[in-house]
């Protein structure tokens, strides 16, 4: 299930105590070290993996290219 639907299969009660219970833990520097720890590991795999992909076949360069544009469109 994807996050947008099991998010809108809650209640606004649960989703109030959720995004608050969230907020606490975002507080904890343990918890934002280890955010801070994922994003760069995101920014590193998709860093290795175009190169990997076009590696294993560059015919999809139009197909990446393709979505990344859509990509920077809904930014």
């Known amino acids: 299930m994807e996050r947008q639907a099991r ?3 809650l209640s606004d009660e649960e989703r109030t105590k959720l995004k ?3 907020q ?3 507080a904890d520097p343990a918890v934002w070290a280890a955010r801070d720890r994922l994003r760069k590991a995101r920014r590193e795999f998709r860093e290795l993996l175009r190169p990997a992909l076009l ?3 560059p ?3 139009p197909i990446l290219e393709k979505m ?3 990509r920077l469109e809904k930014e």
Do not use: F, G, N, T
């Open 7 to 9: 998010w809108a299969s």
């Open 59 to 61: 015919s999809i360069q």
């Open 55 to 57: 590696k294993a076949d």
């Open 68 to 70: 990344r544009v859509e």
């Open 24 to 26: 606490k833990a975002l």
């Open 20 to 22: 608050a219970a969230h």
